[in-house]
């Protein structure tokens, strides 16, 4: 309901929204909260523990949570979002391994770490209730190991505290504070160390888990054979000061490792690991012992879990909620999650669907039931969560907690079909809340189209998408880096994908690309459905192709494209098709076919080396896009900050023939061009990794003149706060943005938006030197192109009648949606050109007249007399003499007259009208 309010309301609220070109389009997949909601964790969730406020502490090998850095510890809101009270600095510099929460709201943290924001703190940390540093708690050098001259990794693995917050913990270990210990030691409040409690000088292995009963009492379990010389099998019972319960007997105990312990309110105790027999009796990866370390029979899991189980947590009412490694319970489907009755039977109320595609490490109970779980998942059930997820307590995901709207992960490239809908490919793994892996197809509104079915998509870690292109016939080309697998098939960095997303088996590419990188980054479709493949390869199914190649409609290599040797060791970053055939590749290289060529090159349309495109030294960085102008000048960008050996950052237009052309002045550039677009009218936007253009400030985006200089009537506000990676236009009009942004001018996107480019129609009508504008209701400022677009003095009308040649554009405001654009510049060669019309052959008197006057030639020519919004009001013939010219209840203001003779002779002139 409230996703159907917000729809209404924004596409009433629409018409009034755009106010300026460059503004975020907020129809376009309008439920997207931006600013990384929903991204989750970056690495593993490894502990949490839940406060008594609802509020989450996690705990891992993560450096960011929804877009914020938080290093290995953060602390989540009821609601999923970041706890920006709570305050990590700089974090922990390595993993995070156990949690737990003093009764003063204090943390106490245990990891593989040695610092926690600069502050020194080996393995163990007190954090108080604002995550600053507790200096009070003085643990000294903390834990380490007395071995010299051999690196030994050390951790904390598990903490517990007792009810008078004496702190025990366990790991791998054997000093504290310079003292020897064995694996696990009692803690006083104050962080030293408690020497009350003595578990005895030999523990053979450690431990990952510990409990502490009511009577005071510690039970432990983890990688553990023995201790003090006695066999523990891993799980023994601690007296409170620290010496080995005897009443406790596990008999043989467990046959392997022991992940976790839970203890119940009866006192008895449910493990978890890695295990599958207790005491010789059938117990897989699941049991509970009774208070005495006896099996508890009458918790029977049937044929139990057929994998680890890394995490547990009971339940008021006693129900056991279990997280791990599993695939299946009793038989029955419930990935990596499951909530077992009392009685070790499988809750079928609980109902996790497919449940989460990787291992839960962690799970943890909430005041209301709703049960927290962690660990290196992405989805759940279908739904993307990266590493963090609530369930409802029946089964089901809770939507409401940091559900992911737009991309999870950056976008790379976009294509629009004909109809206007967008094909995306990237890193991504997830689309508002959905699966889907890499590549998707959007409605035209930026909403999935689910008509457009990729499965599993491209599975697999890192893979990534890095082109994407349109075939004549709607096929969708899709090319990368490490993608070996689509749907379940084997590909190699190139497929095909049909209209609803399914492989397209009869294009057959053999073995595809190969080389060290193997890799795709750019594919281009030629008018007769032959493609042009350019990344980072040495062979194309057998045949040497260095870095670029040319593919037959079916897959099959086209022979009759002959690049030679290629790009040798180089990477093709951009390709372009000339309208002649020709190429213009862009990238990182030096050479190509043995012929020196520095980041660009052109080739002739059957793959040899253009000797007419002389770029000199060329560019002294890669060249990431390359975009062709109407006209056949070059627009390209890239990282580089020379050209030919002269200074030019970032952008710049070449001649058709490779050398500068000057005529466009990018000034002090940019950083990193990505992507380029050029509009209908001629304006060019450049995308990519910058935070100025020539002195000014603009992040990521901007939009340039044809000359070089900044359009200013593109208002971005501050920008994309991260890079742009990809720009296309659905229309004219309509921008798509692409990168890794969460937000852009303050409003959240995460890694796609659309921008209005043109809200306000800013054409012009030219009329020998007459240049109208054609929006009738607006307000108007001709500027000089020629002179850094300075406002011409008192030409504010919608019609500039030209005196002077030069190059010419209209600043137009509407009047209706205070939308303001800017012409594209108009070249004006005829202004001062009267042919043989002087003085003495061309008069017009009076001026400024009542709407009578006289125009004495010396010619038979014609008149065409405009009004100042430039609608021809008459046209006569003149006859040699005087041509008198008489209007009725014509109003006041300024008309324009162009006058040709049959040679092509022509003169204008404005005349006032005040009666």
Request: hydrophobic share 35%; aromatic share 10%.
């Amino acid at each position: 309901m409230k996703k159907t309010l917000l729809f209404i309301l924004i596409l009433i609220l629409s018409p009034f929204i755009f106010s300026q070109n460059g503004e975020n389009d907020p129809t376009f997949n309008p439920f997207d909260l931006g600013f990384g909601i929903g991204d989750g964790f970056s690495g593993e969730i490894h502990a949490s523990a839940i406060q008594s406020d609802n509020k989450l502490i996690a705990g891992g090998g993560f450096s960011m949570y929804n877009g914020i850095e938080r290093y290995t510890l953060a602390r989540l809101n009821p609601d999923g979002s970041i706890d920006s009270s709570f305050v990590v600095g700089t974090g922990f510099n390595d993993v995070v391994n156990s949690i737990a929460l003093q009764s003063n709201g204090k943390i106490i943290a245990g990891g593989g770490f040695t610092s926690y924001n600069g502050n020194a703190c080996n393995n163990i940390a007190r954090l108080n209730a604002d995550g600053t540093f507790d200096t009070s708690f003085n643990l000294g050098s903390g834990f380490n190991s007395s071995m010299t001259g051999v690196p030994v990794p050390l951790w904390i693995e598990a903490i517990a505290i007792q009810n008078d917050d004496k702190i025990i913990a366990s790991g791998r270990f054997d000093e504290y504070n310079g003292i020897p210990v064995t694996v696990i030691v009692r803690l006083n409040p104050d962080g030293t160390l408690d020497n009350s409690f003595d578990p005895g000088p030999q523990i053979n292995g450690e431990f990952s888990s510990i409990v502490i009963q009511n009577n005071g009492k510690i039970a432990v379990g983890g990688n553990c054979w023995s201790c003090n010389g006695t066999s523990i099998n891993h799980i023994l019972r601690l007296n409170s000061d620290g010496s080995m319960d005897s009443s406790f007997n596990p008999g043989i105990g467990f046959n392997s490792s022991i992940n976790t312990l839970k203890l119940q309110n009866d006192g008895k105790i449910v493990a978890g690991g890695i295990f599958l027999a207790f005491n010789g009796n059938s117990a897989k990866y699941v049991a509970r012992l009774n208070t005495n370390g006896s099996l508890d029979t009458s918790f029977d899991s049937g044929s139990l879990i057929n994998n680890f189980v890394y995490s547990l947590a009971i339940q008021s009412d006693q129900k056991i909620v279990i997280g791990g490694k599993f695939t299946f319970q009793n038989g029955n489907g419930t990935n990596r999650v499951v909530r077992l009755n009392s009685d070790g039977s499988k809750d079928n109320s609980f109902d996790v669907g497919s449940g989460f595609d990787n291992r839960v490490y962690t799970v943890s109970i909430q005041n209301d039931g709703k049960v927290i779980a962690g660990g290196n998942f992405i989805s759940y059930n279908g739904t993307t969560q990266n590493r963090i997820a609530r369930l409802n307590t029946d089964g089901s995901l809770d939507n409401n907690y940091n559900l992911g709207t737009g991309f999870n992960n950056r976008v790379n490239s976009i294509a629009i079909q004909n109809d206007g809908k967008i094909i995306g490919g990237g890193l991504f793994t997830s689309f508002n809340g959905s699966v889907l892996k890499r590549v998707v197809r959007l409605n035209t509104d930026g909403l999935k189209d689910s008509s457009f079915d990729t499965g599993s998509g491209f599975s697999g870690y890192a893979r990534r998408v890095n082109s994407v292109a349109m075939q004549n016939d709607g096929k969708v080309l899709v090319g990368g880096g490490l993608l070996d697998i689509y749907n379940g098939s084997s590909i190699n960095c190139l497929v095909r994908l049909k209209t609803d997303g399914a492989l397209d088996t009869s294009f057959d590419m053999g073995v595809g690309i190969s080389g060290p990188s193997e890799e795709i980054h750019s594919i281009k479709v030629q008018n007769d459905d032959k493609i042009i493949v350019g990344g980072s390869f040495d062979s194309f199914n057998g045949t040497p192709r260095n870095s670029i190649v040319r593919i037959n409609a079916d897959g099959s290599i086209d022979n009759s494209f002959d690049p030679g040797s290629g790009f040798g060791y180089g990477r093709v970053f951009d390709i372009v098709i000339q309208t002649d055939g020709k190429m213009l590749i862009g990238g990182y290289f030096n050479s190509f076919n043995g012929e020196p060529s520095s980041n660009v090159v052109r080739l002739n349309a059957d793959g040899s080396f253009d000797y007419t495109f002389d770029i000199g030294s060329g560019f002294n960085e890669r060249v990431n896009t390359i975009k062709v102008q109407n006209d056949g000048k070059i627009l390209v960008g890239g990282s580089f900050t020379t050209f030919n050996d002269n200074a030019v950052k970032g952008i710049i237009r070449l001649n058709s023939d490779g050398t500068q052309d000057q005529s466009f002045d990018s000034g002090s550039g940019l950083n990193g061009a990505r992507s380029i677009v050029i509009q209908n009218n001629g304006k060019i936007i450049v995308g990519g990794v910058f935070n100025s253009y020539n002195g000014v400030a603009r992040s990521n985006i901007v939009r340039l003149h044809n000359n070089g200089s900044i359009d200013e009537s593109f208002e971005i506000g501050t920008g994309f706060d991260k890079p742009v990676f990809s720009l296309a236009f659905q229309d004219n009009d309509k921008l798509i943005v692409g990168g890794d942004f969460l937000s852009y001018n303050g409003i959240g996107r995460n890694r796609i938006a659309r921008l209005i480019t043109g809200c306000v129609d800013a054409s012009v009508n030219v009329n020998w030197s007459v240049l109208t504008a054609n929006n009738s209701d607006a307000t108007y400022q001709w500027v000089d192109c020629n002179n850094n677009y300075a406002p011409i003095v008192n030409e504010t009308s919608q019609v500039f009648n030209v005196t002077q040649d030069g190059d010419y554009a209209v600043i137009v405001s509407s009047n209706t949606t205070n939308c303001v654009d800017t012409s594209t510049c108009i070249n004006i060669a005829n202004a001062s050109v009267n042919n043989n019309f002087n003085e003495s052959s061309l008069k017009l008197y009076p001026n400024p007249n009542n709407g009578s006057f006289t125009i004495d030639i010396d010619r038979e020519a014609e008149v065409a007399v405009y009004n100042s919004v430039g609608r021809k009001i008459l046209t006569k013939q003149l006859k040699i003499g005087q041509n008198s010219i008489n209007f009725e209840n014509i109003a006041n203001g300024i008309y324009y007259l162009n006058i040709a003779d049959k040679l092509g002779g022509r003169n204008s002139h404005r005349i006032s009208v005040m009666q």
